[in-house]
């Protein structure tokens, strides 16, 4: 009949229930020996120690050479700052796999970073935040990113909109990914995402290819792997392109084992973060490109890593993503940012000689008030704050905020007739030291008006709005800010600020400025977008060319670090966009 019957007896099963024993030891053996990255031997009692797990997965596009740097140079910060060998592990791990190091009883994850969802969906309570990385991609803005919606080449000039893209194939990395689907359906929106038919492909760079290919017709890749791929592997994404930016979303950040805080004679974290902290401040002041920690963070589009875990806390990230899929499931789209022009090389350069103007007329101006202030009081309105400050020697001293409201100048380093503001929240003096040393550093803000708003109205409302904002910003201002001068860039209603910082770098100047100031940014997030149709906001260092001759006229040197670029023309969204310049110091 063709059936065939297997007859076992209990001496057969015996026999084979000893060998499958057996095959068990062995395979134990196998994987003491060939496993010393999770588990050791320790001294003769043979008890094993954990293991420790390192992984940095996440953006593999980045060379394995330059992951291994970056994680040798933290390990050597981490070992002198513990005074123990090997306490962040032997190095990183590339083949095993970071939900199952998170699993294992005999392992412990000491450093890694995770995607938002997965982090607070099944390891929400198996991991601590250590770290959140700034990175300098386009479509990242200090600890967000989002995703680049991408097209193939031949569908440019068909699609113009993520909308139109309903009913076709999206390529996902992972139904489980924040960037990857959900960003991708908080754009298309509920109904055109039912529309939609997903192809799976397990990773970003195979949901390019599955583009590339035409298997799919787009797909949302994280724009921190989009960047990478396309420094490190052009191939990959050539055939395709981007149509539009998705959302912010919190960055994913590095994480340890939260079952490290278990070590009661050893704060883990808090060595973990402070080694962080030390090599984003070595990277912050290098001069050198060549330096190992410049090479480092440079090969994997890092900028700065922030330790403020007490703001990115994990109840940050669930409260953040969970806002994020209640838009996916409630029909709020998010906020589509289309590719926009970006600052050319020669406007940012026009921006640079008119901030050195500004600074030397400030630096005229104040000479001038100091001798005549008397007589300038009748034809402004000044006012003094007494402030109390400590000097070095603890010893407290008077200092008075100056604020001279509008008033209107015409000067041969500014040319024409133009209202100008000044604010001096740590007093004349200091800002005029500050003016005449020999580098400074300066933070320029140009704002570009909408041609169709009524100027004249519109510069009364700019004017008072922003005035009520700064009475109560000055007094919250730290010392390192010296001086803030308004005026129009162009006349007609461009506007342009320039604060000066005493600051030994501009990159601590910026980050300095953007963190600490809630105010500062609802004026930003409320106010701008009224007034400007985009605002630029360039990070400076200047120097004095009449620094060491006596009696010379003030002239200044401004060399241009960085620039955010922000576009309020898009409706519900905005698009930022940071421009690095690599531009020779003008003469």
Same mark, same amino acid.
């Given at each position: 009949?063709?059936?065939?019957?297997?007859?076992?007896?209990?001496?057969?099963?015996?026999?084979?229930?000893?060998?499958?024993?057996?095959?068990?030891?062995?395979?134990?053996?196998?994987?003491?020996?060939?496993?010393?990255?999770?588990?050791?031997?320790?001294?003769?009692?043979?008890?094993?120690?954990?293991?420790?797990?390192?992984?940095?997965?996440?953006?593999?596009?980045?060379?394995?050479?330059?992951?291994?740097?970056?994680?040798?140079?933290?390990?050597?910060?981490?070992?002198?700052?513990?005074?123990?060998?090997?306490?962040?592990?032997?190095?990183?791990?590339?083949?095993?796999?970071?939900?199952?190091?998170?699993?294992?009883?005999?392992?412990?994850?000491?450093?890694?970073?995770?995607?938002?969802?997965?982090?607070?969906?099944?390891?929400?309570?198996?991991?601590?935040?250590?770290?959140?990385?700034?990175?300098?991609?386009?479509?990242?803005?200090?600890?967000?990113?989002?995703?680049?919606?991408?097209?193939?080449?031949?569908?440019?000039?068909?699609?113009?909109?993520?909308?139109?893209?309903?009913?076709?194939?999206?390529?996902?990395?992972?139904?489980?990914?924040?960037?990857?689907?959900?960003?991708?359906?908080?754009?298309?929106?509920?109904?055109?995402?039912?529309?939609?038919?997903?192809?799976?492909?397990?990773?970003?760079?195979?949901?390019?290819?599955?583009?590339?290919?035409?298997?799919?017709?787009?797909?949302?890749?994280?724009?921190?792997?989009?960047?990478?791929?396309?420094?490190?592997?052009?191939?990959?994404?050539?055939?395709?392109?981007?149509?539009?930016?998705?959302?912010?979303?919190?960055?994913?950040?590095?994480?340890?084992?939260?079952?490290? @805080?278990?070590?009661?004679?050893?704060?883990?974290?808090?060595?973990?973060?402070?080694?962080?902290?030390?090599?984003?401040?070595?990277?912050?002041?290098?001069?050198?490109?060549?330096?190992?920690?410049?090479?480092?963070?440079?090969?994997?589009?890092?900028?700065?890593?922030?330790?403020?875990?007490?703001?990115?806390?994990?109840?940050?990230?669930?409260?953040?993503?969970?806002?994020?899929?209640?838009?996916?499931?409630?029909?709020?789209?998010?906020?589509?940012?289309?590719?926009?022009?970006?600052?050319?090389?020669?406007?940012?350069?026009?921006?640079?000689?008119?901030?050195?103007?500004?600074?030397?007329?400030?630096?005229?101006?104040?000479?001038?008030?100091?001798?005549?202030?008397?007589?300038?009081?009748?034809?402004?309105?000044?006012?003094?704050?007494?402030?109390?400050?400590?000097?070095?020697?603890?010893?407290?001293?008077?200092?008075?905020?100056?604020?001279?409201?509008?008033?209107?100048?015409?000067?041969?380093?500014?040319?024409?007739?133009?209202?100008?503001?000044?604010?001096?929240?740590?007093?004349?003096?200091?800002?005029?030291?500050?003016?005449?040393?020999?580098?400074?550093?300066?933070?320029?803000?140009?704002?570009?008006?909408?041609?169709?708003?009524?100027?004249?109205?519109?510069?009364?409302?700019?004017?008072?709005?922003?005035?009520?904002?700064?009475?109560?910003?000055?007094?919250?201002?730290?010392?390192?800010?010296?001086?803030?001068?308004?005026?129009?860039?162009?006349?007609?209603?461009?506007?342009?600020?320039?604060?000066?910082?005493?600051?030994?770098?501009?990159?601590?100047?910026?980050?300095?400025?953007?963190?600490?100031?809630?105010?500062?940014?609802?004026?930003?997030?409320?106010?701008?977008?009224?007034?400007?149709?985009?605002?630029?906001?360039?990070?400076?260092?200047? @120097?004095?060319?009449?620094?060491?001759?006596?009696?010379?006229?003030?002239?200044?040197?401004?060399?241009?670090?960085?620039?955010?670029?922000?576009?309020?023309?898009?409706?519900?969204?905005?698009?930022?966009?940071?421009?690095?310049?690599?531009?020779?110091?003008?003469?």
């Amino acid at each position: 009949s063709g059936r065939i019957v297997v007859s076992i007896s209990v001496d057969s099963l015996l026999f084979l229930w000893f060998v499958g024993m057996c095959s068990r030891v062995d395979i134990d053996r196998i994987i003491d020996d060939e496993d010393e990255a999770c588990v050791e031997k320790e001294g003769k009692s043979g008890r094993r120690s954990l293991g420790l797990h390192a992984e940095l997965a996440l953006y593999d596009a980045v060379p394995q050479a330059l992951l291994n740097g970056f994680f040798s140079l933290l390990k050597a910060e981490f070992e002198e700052r513990s005074g123990r060998k090997n306490s962040l592990g032997k190095g990183l791990e590339f083949n095993c796999p970071l939900d199952d190091a998170l699993e294992r009883d005999d392992c412990r994850v000491s450093f890694a970073q995770m995607c938002g969802l997965p982090l607070i969906n099944g390891y929400f309570r198996k991991v601590d935040i250590v770290a959140v990385p700034n990175y300098k991609c386009m479509g990242c803005e200090e600890n967000f990113y989002s995703s680049v919606i991408i097209i193939h080449n031949d569908d440019e000039n068909v699609i113009t909109s993520v909308e139109e893209l309903a009913g076709s194939v999206a390529a996902v990395n992972s139904n489980f990914s924040l960037s990857g689907m959900v960003l991708l359906a908080n754009a298309l929106g509920p109904q055109n995402t039912m529309q939609t038919t997903f192809l799976p492909t397990g990773a970003h760079v195979d949901s390019v290819v599955a583009v590339r290919e035409k298997r799919a017709r787009f797909a949302a890749v994280d724009c921190i792997t989009w960047h990478l791929l396309k420094q490190y592997n052009p191939d990959v994404v050539h055939g395709t392109h981007v149509l539009c930016f998705t959302e912010r979303a919190p960055v994913p950040p590095f994480v340890c084992d939260v079952r490290l @805080k278990e070590q009661k004679d050893f704060d883990f974290i808090a060595t973990l973060q402070a080694s962080l902290d030390s090599m984003s401040h070595k990277f912050a002041v290098a001069s050198d490109e060549e330096d190992p920690v410049s090479i480092a963070f440079r090969g994997s589009a890092l900028k700065a890593i922030d330790t403020r875990v007490d703001v990115y806390s994990l109840q940050y990230y669930q409260d953040s993503i969970i806002h994020l899929r209640k838009k996916m499931h409630e029909g709020v789209s998010g906020a589509l940012r289309p590719p926009h022009c970006r600052l050319s090389s020669n406007v940012a350069q026009q921006h640079a000689r008119f901030m050195e103007r500004m600074a030397q007329w400030l630096h005229t101006c104040l000479l001038r008030i100091k001798k005549e202030r008397q007589s300038l009081q009748t034809q402004s309105q000044e006012q003094t704050r007494p402030q109390d400050t400590a000097e070095k020697d603890g010893t407290p001293t008077k200092k008075e905020n100056i604020v001279i409201r509008w008033f209107r100048v015409h000067d041969d380093h500014l040319g024409q007739m133009r209202d100008v503001r000044i604010d001096l929240p740590q007093g004349m003096d200091c800002a005029l030291d500050s003016l005449a040393a020999p580098t400074a550093t300066y933070i320029g803000f140009f704002g570009e008006r909408p041609k169709e708003c009524d100027l004249e109205v519109n510069d009364h409302l700019v004017s008072d709005e922003c005035w009520v904002g700064d009475e109560k910003l000055l007094p919250c201002l730290p010392t390192t800010i010296v001086g803030k001068i308004v005026t129009p860039f162009k006349l007609g209603g461009d506007f342009a600020n320039l604060v000066l910082i005493r600051a030994d770098d501009p990159i601590h100047a910026r980050s300095t400025f953007s963190h600490n100031f809630p105010l500062h940014k609802r004026l930003v997030r409320d106010v701008a977008p009224k007034y400007y149709k985009g605002v630029c906001i360039h990070t400076c260092l200047a @120097k004095r060319k009449d620094h060491e001759i006596a009696d010379a006229p003030f002239r200044v040197n401004i060399t241009l670090e960085s620039t955010l670029q922000v576009d309020y023309r898009v409706q519900g969204g905005v698009t930022r966009e940071r421009i690095h310049w690599e531009v020779e110091e003008a003469e």
